[in-house]
């Protein structure tokens, strides 16, 4: 949580983080020089970077894209998720490095601009093998770029979180235009059938994690909830929710987080203001609600974020008849407070 | 049954051991995806040919400029030994912006010995010039040069290729991933060439003109970079053929390029 922006708010972590994607991308790049210059030795210099990068790039992606999935099946990859700006906005250098080499190298140094050639110099648009497929990869690194450049959270408030999840959401675009860049360019003439199934199983890999993710977050919105004669929805008994922890339910189309702490329950709305974190996973860490995400903060009974902060969400009314915790379903304004009930 | 209590928060130095267990497995499982990308990607790539290009290693040529049909130097090797080099210029173009100083103060080059300070490109037996500096084009005399000899009509597969790209200075220089590159190169000045192979699997290269024999470029673009079928009348200079075609009558070929 920061009030003022910098460059980047180092700690530990994101130093351990940044020191580990940049060996990882040293060690991809050095094996595929090598392996590239000693099974064959005529290739020209240029021809490798820009396979190097560009392999690097569409790897670092699949790593990037598998990172949502994996926390929301085991909240044990959080820390995997809390740089993963950072792991983007390297994937997008190793991505502009292919993309710059490749435009040098195939479209400048002509008597047209390397921008317009890059359009212009295969025209086979109405085919599908012919296509010029360096086009999907100049607006996949368009996109990438987009999301790297706003990769820091004077956008992420500026554009408020909505818009700016929207904005980094066209990753999936972009993942869907590398994947035609390749197979409709590299593939058809660099054509082995492990490169192919490589690729294949990446993209089989990230369908299948989503799908399974996808699964298990909908029995959270299949929960259909009794109501009582005023509308309140019937929810849980109170023994269901663990202490300083939450069980999430879905009323009235919101995701909304019924925490436990202290003796007491508090009811909150589930997304984080800050990327839209789903808090109800999160805990009660120094008597505060704490997103599993970044660690933003809110306390239970307000929905607000600890002073100096300024972060606010929804808040619900809670109570208990018979022995089962009821929430009114309509919302108070962002902050509102309301008295916590007592969970037993 | 009551879940692990482990929460991780980014700011806070500790983790938990549970967590720390499965950070070190998925690490170690992903150097493990970088190292077999890096091998799979890395080895299965199609071997480059040892085509060169002299890049920064000028060379002093000398023989008898002629255009038939594009610029082209025919080199004394050995008595009755010629080779006939095609000039170029650098980049993606072709060798006429270079040698247009020299046409204002000369006049027509062609049977003119030219002494050329360039970048050789060789493969296969075949020569090619770059040239990046009009400065190093010097006139010393004249010569004799030959007329293509006639060798009949023929119907050929192949591919249509820059000749730059394809005898160095990329690898490859040819296919579908080269094809913006051959385009601006040939639309550019340089000379499209054919490359088929003969049944012995040699490779033939055919400098391409229109029916009258004049350069074609723009024309020929739609038809670079894929398996193509091509009717002709044929003829012999030097290690060079060169081949008439009617571009309208080029049959694009469903199939993976021969020249691979």
Same mark, same amino acid.
Request: hydrophobic share 40%; glycine share 8%.
């Given at each position: 949580?920061? @009030? ?8 530990? $972590? ?8 940049? &060996? %990882? ?60 700006? $950072? ?69 992420? $408030? ?47 890999? @990230?369908? &299948? ?64 203001? $800050?990327?839209? %974190?789903?808090? %109800? ?60 009930? &007592? &969970?037993? | 049954?009551?879940? !692990? ?8 130095? *500790? ?12 690490? =170690? ?7 077999? +990308? ?17 890049? +920064? ?9 002629? *255009? !038939? ?24 173009? +072709? ?22 300070? +360039? ?16 400065? #190093? ?38 296919? #579908? ?62 290690? =060079? ?20």
């Amino acid at each position: 949580m920061g @009030l003022d922006y910098k460059w980047v708010f180092w700690n530990t $972590h994101k130093k351990a983080y940044d020191r580990l994607i940049v &060996s %990882g991308m040293v060690i991809y790049l050095v094996l595929f020089f090598t392996i590239s210059f000693l099974t064959n030795p005529e290739i020209i210099a240029e021809t490798v970077i820009i396979r190097a990068f560009g392999s690097l790039a569409i790897i670092m992606l699949h790593i990037i894209l598998a990172i949502g999935p994996l926390t929301r099946l085991n909240t044990k990859f959080l820390p995997v998720l809390y740089n993963r700006r $950072h792991l983007g906005v390297s994937m997008f250098l190793a991505a502009l490095i292919h993309g710059i080499f490749a435009i040098i190298h195939f479209h400048a140094l002509g008597n047209v601009n390397p921008i317009y050639s890059l359009f212009t110099s295969n025209m086979d648009y109405g085919s599908l093998t012919n296509f010029p497929f360096q086009v999907l990869g100049f607006f996949a690194l368009l996109i990438l770029f987009v999301m790297a450049s706003t990769s820091h959270d004077f956008f992420l $408030h500026n554009l408020s979180a909505k818009t700016w999840k929207r904005l980094h959401m066209m990753v999936y675009l972009a993942y869907a235009l590398v994947i035609l860049h390749v197979f409709l360019g590299a593939f058809q003439q660099e054509t082995s059938v492990f490169t192919t199934a490589t690729l294949f199983l990446g993209w089989l890999t @990230l369908v &299948s994690l989503h799908l399974v993710a996808a699964f298990k977050e909908s029995k959270v919105d299949r929960f259909v909830a009794e109501k009582n004669t005023e509308g309140w929805h019937k929810v849980c008994p109170p023994e269901e929710i663990e202490e300083s922890r939450a069980k999430i339910f879905t009323v009235k189309g919101e995701r909304v987080a019924i925490f436990k702490y202290d003796g007491k329950l508090s009811a909150i709305h589930n997304v984080c203001k $800050h990327q839209g %974190g789903p808090l %109800g996973e999160g805990k009660i860490v120094d008597g505060c609600v704490t997103c599993p995400w970044h660690g933003y903060q809110y306390l239970p009974h307000n929905g607000q974020s600890p002073p100096p902060f300024t972060e606010k969400v929804k808040t619900y009314a809670l109570k208990i008849e018979k022995g089962m915790v009821y929430i009114n379903p309509k919302a108070f304004p962002e902050g509102t407070a309301i008295p916590p009930i &007592s &969970s037993s | 049954m009551k879940r !692990s209590d482990e929460f991780y928060i980014g700011y806070q130095k *500790e983790v938990g051991p549970g967590t720390k267990k499965l950070l070190k497995r998925f690490i =170690w499982i992903t150097v493990l995806i970088l190292l077999t +990308g890096a091998a799979v990607f890395g080895f299965f790539q199609r071997p480059a040919v040892n085509s060169t290009f002299d890049f +920064g290693n000028p060379t002093q040529v000398s023989g008898v400029y002629h *255009e !038939s049909p594009y610029p082209m130097l025919r080199v004394p090797l050995a008595e009755n030994e010629f080779k006939e080099i095609v000039l170029l210029g650098f980049g993606k173009s +072709g060798p006429n912006p270079f040698l247009k100083d020299l046409r204002e103060r000369k006049g027509d080059l062609n049977g003119k010995q030219l002494t050329i300070e +360039g970048q050789l490109i060789y493969y296969n037996g075949r020569t090619l010039l770059e040239i990046d500096d009009s400065q #190093k084009v010097m006139v010393s005399g004249t010569g004799a040069y030959e007329q293509p000899k006639s060798m009949g009509t023929r119907t050929l597969e192949g591919e249509i290729i820059d000749p730059k790209c394809y005898f160095g200075v990329m690898k490859p220089g040819y296919g #579908k991933i080269h094809r913006s590159c051959a385009a601006l190169c040939i639309l550019g000045g340089v000379p499209p060439v054919l490359v088929t192979k003969e049944e012995n699997n040699r490779e033939v290269y055919f400098l391409l003109t229109d029916v009258k024999g004049n350069p074609i470029h723009q024309d020929i673009l739609p038809y670079i970079g894929q398996p193509s079928r091509l009717t002709g009348q044929v003829k012999e200079l030097g290690e =060079w053929r060169i081949m008439q075609i009617d571009v309208s009558q080029i049959e694009k070929l469903k199939k993976e390029s021969s020249i691979y």
